[in-house]
Every structure is written in structure tokens, then in C-alpha cells.
């Protein structure tokens, strides 16, 4: 299925972020100063889609809850998540994350409630260069806890290698990922067994530090087919990190499906507080 749709979005969307990155480079040129402190993000300036494959990691700690709407062709998600992560080592993140949704099928015979996939992920930081260029790699465990028969889960474990990076310049926080994920095979929506497949992940983003409260989010992301007669997953967000205080985030975003293995649409909204 064509999406003309998503297309249209995604155009405005580079074009803000880029006008946005040319304004502030606008302002401070002329200055052989460095640049100022708000273009290296803090901790609390994660991406969405991919916040565990974001080279930054937490200072000490940080829980985060959201809402999210999912809508797709065939079946629409209402849910909300927690998640927490911790720097319990030097340079090392380890966290998990889990939610409880609602399914609703068109037909209404496979609608149904209940927890979500559980997600546990480690990695490890390196900062090249006074924070100037941050990677990191590590891995995602996928653990089958949702309900497949509702849609909530796959019946299938899944494990995924990744590095990321993020490199500051002037004016914006450039970023990028890519990982190779094995899954098992598994089930969904009373379907007999689907056959696992290897999925190749990537993604970019872009953090536009538009002031020290507030920052612009664009993201990129592409996944192929988990498992065997699926579609590629490839998606494009728009958000915002609002900051509320010296330790708290509003994180509203809504993404849009670029191949039919991802939604139509998405909607989230959370708060993230760092300790």
C-alpha cells in the first residue's frame, strides 16, 4: 500500500529543522567563540523511537511514563509505558521498559487487554572530544510478555546489537544508529507459528537546542520485516523536549508509518525526571 501521506509530512519537517539549525547558526556567526553549552545536550534530551539506541546515556538514573496511541490499517493500540535506566557502572546504561495496552481489531473478534513485550537493554558510552562526539554500542533483549493472541506481544524473543553516535556541531546534535536484531519466531493474532527472520535497524535524528528549556526532535527510523511475509517498519517523528525543571521533561511527539509494517500514525506524550 502506497503512502503519499507521510511523504508530505516529512518535508516540513526537514525544512523546520533545518531553518531552526540555520537561525541559531545565523545569530552566532561573526563570533569565533565556542559553541554555547545548550548545543551539547543533557541526558535528558533523548530521542523517541530510538531512546535505548541513542549514544547518550543517563547521568545516574531516569523514569520516564507515556501514553500512546497507535493507529494502523487493521488493528489500533491504546496503551502506556515505564520505563527506567540507570548508570549503575562508569559509562554503562542498563534499563527496561514494559507497558499495559488495549487492542482494537476492526473485526472486534481479537480485541483485547494486557502487558505489553517486556524490553531490557545494557550498553556502554564513550565521549570522544569534549563531548563534541559521544558512542556507544551495546544490546536489546526482547522478552516475550505481551499477549499475542490481542496483538500486545509475538510470542518470540528477540535480541539486537547496536551501535550509535551523536556528534555536536554549532548549532544542532546530529545522530545516528545501526543494529542487526535475530528473532525468534513466534505468533500474532492467532496466526500459527511465524517464521523469524534477522532484521537489519538504522536510524537518524536531529536535536535542534532551540533554548536551554527547550529542544526540537526529528527522527528517522527504518526496520526490515521481524518475521517471514511481514512489511518493513520505517517511521518519521517530530517532537519536542520541554524542560520543566532542572530534573524533569514533557515529551509530546507523533510519528508517521513509511512502509506498512509500521502505523498510519502514532501519538505519544510523556514526562521523564533524572535523579
Not at 176 to 204: H, I, K, P, Y
Amino acid at each position: 500500500m502506497h503512502r503519499p501521506f507521510p511523504t508530505r509530512v516529512l518535508i516540513p519537517l526537514l525544512l523546520l529543522t533545518t531553518t531552526a539549525a540555520l537561525a541559531q547558526q545565523t545569530s552566532t556567526s561573526g563570533s569565533t567563540a565556542q559553541a554555547p553549552a545548550s548545543t551539547h545536550t543533557s541526558s535528558l534530551d533523548r530521542l523517541f523511537i530510538n531512546f535505548v539506541e541513542d549514544a547518550m546515556i543517563v547521568d545516574q538514573q531516569r523514569w520516564e511514563g507515556w501514553f500512546q496511541y497507535d493507529d494502523s490499517e487493521f488493528i489500533d493500540y491504546t496503551a502506556v509505558y515505564g520505563q527506567a535506566a540507570f548508570q549503575l557502572f562508569a559509562n554503562t546504561e542498563l534499563g527496561g521498559r514494559v507497558g499495559f495496552g488495549k487492542s482494537d481489531t476492526d473485526s472486534g473478534d481479537l480485541d483485547g487487554t494486557g502487558a505489553t513485550d517486556l524490553d531490557l537493554w545494557g550498553k556502554y558510552y564513550w565521549n570522544l572530544g569534549d563531548r563534541a562526539t559521544e558512542v556507544s554500542a551495546g544490546a536489546l533483549l526482547t522478552v516475550p510478555t505481551g499477549d499475542d493472541a490481542a496483538g500486545l506481544g509475538t510470542d518470540a524473543f528477540a535480541l539486537k546489537g547496536f551501535v550509535a553516535a551523536r556528534i555536536s556541531l554549532e548549532a544542532v546534535v546530529l545522530t545516528g544508529t545501526l543494529g542487526l536484531q535475530a528473532n525468534e519466531s513466534g505468533r500474532f493474532l492467532g496466526s500459527d507459528d511465524l517464521d523469524g527472520e534477522t532484521s537489519f535497524t538504522a536510524g537518524a535524528g536531529i536535536i535542534v537546542p532551540w533554548s536551554d528549556s527547550f529542544s526540537i526532535v526529528g527522527e528517522l527510523s527504518w526496520k526490515t520485516q521481524r518475521f517471514e511475509g511481514f512489511e518493513d517498519d520505517g517511521r518519521v517523528l517530530g517532537g519536542i523536549n520541554l524542560r520543566l525543571s532542572d530534573r524533569g521533561m514533557l515529551r509530546p511527539a507523533v510519528s508517521f508509518g513509511l512502509e506498512d509494517g509500521a502505523p498510519d500514525y502514532q501519538f505519544i506524550i510523556g514526562y521523564a525526571h533524572s535523579f
